[in-house]
C-alpha cells in the first residue's frame, strides 16, 4: 500500500487521516458551515461518526493500496481539513470528481485554493488516464465556487435542485478542470 506525504507549503502537508485525528473531525466538522455546505457530514458531528469515517478510510486505503482521502495538516494543529476524490470511474477512468473541506479557523486564508490546486495536479501525475475532474457546489456556496476557479476549475453548468439535504433540495454549481 502506497501511504505518503504531499507538501503544500511550510505549514500544510496533504497526509492520510489516523486514529489520532478524532478530536480535530469531531471539533471541526461541528461548524454551521459544515452543516450548510456539505452532503454527506452528519451534523451534529459525533465521536462515533468520526470513528465510522477513519474505519471507511482505513479500509478504503486497504481496498485500493492508495489514499484517496487525505487530511489536511497544519504542521501545529494536526488536522484541519479533508480532500478526497471519489473514484466515480475507478482509477483507472477519465474522469473523477473531488470533495473538500476547511476548519473555519483556517478558511480565508488561501489554503484551500493550492490544497485543491496540488490535489489536482497529484491527481492528474499519478492518474495517467484521468482527463477531467469535477467538483459539485451548492449554489449559495460561492466561498467554495471562488476557491475551485481560482484553482483553474471553470463553470459549466447549474443545476436546479440537484441535490437533496434534510428533504430540502438545493441547487448546485458544476465545475470541471481538464488536464
Known sequence: MMQETLPINNHISLTPFNDADKGNLVKYLNDEAMRRNTLR?????????????????????ADRGRTVNWAIRHREAGAIGGIGSFLKNGLDGHSD???????????????????????????????????????????????????????????????????????????????????
Open 41 to 61: 457530514v452528519p451534523h451534529p458531528y459525533t465521536p462515533k461518526d468520526a470513528d465510522e469515517w477513519l474505519e471507511k478510510v482505513k479500509q478504503t486505503l
Open 97 to 179: 470528481e473531488i470533495g473538500y473541506w476547511i476548519a473555519g479557523p483556517f478558511r480565508g486564508q488561501g489554503i484551500m485554493t493550492e490544497v485543491v490546486r496540488q490535489f489536482c495536479a497529484h491527481l492528474f501525475d499519478t492518474r495517467p488516464a484521468l482527463l477531467r475532474i469535477e467538483a459539485w457546489v451548492f449554489a449559495h456556496n460561492q466561498a467554495s465556487v471562488r476557491v475551485l476557479e481560482k484553482a483553474g476549475f471553470e463553470r459549466e453548468g447549474f443545476s436546479r435542485k440537484a441535490f437533496f439535504k434534510n428533504g430540502t433540495p438545493l441547487d448546485a454549481i458544476l465545475l470541471g478542470l481538464v488536464k
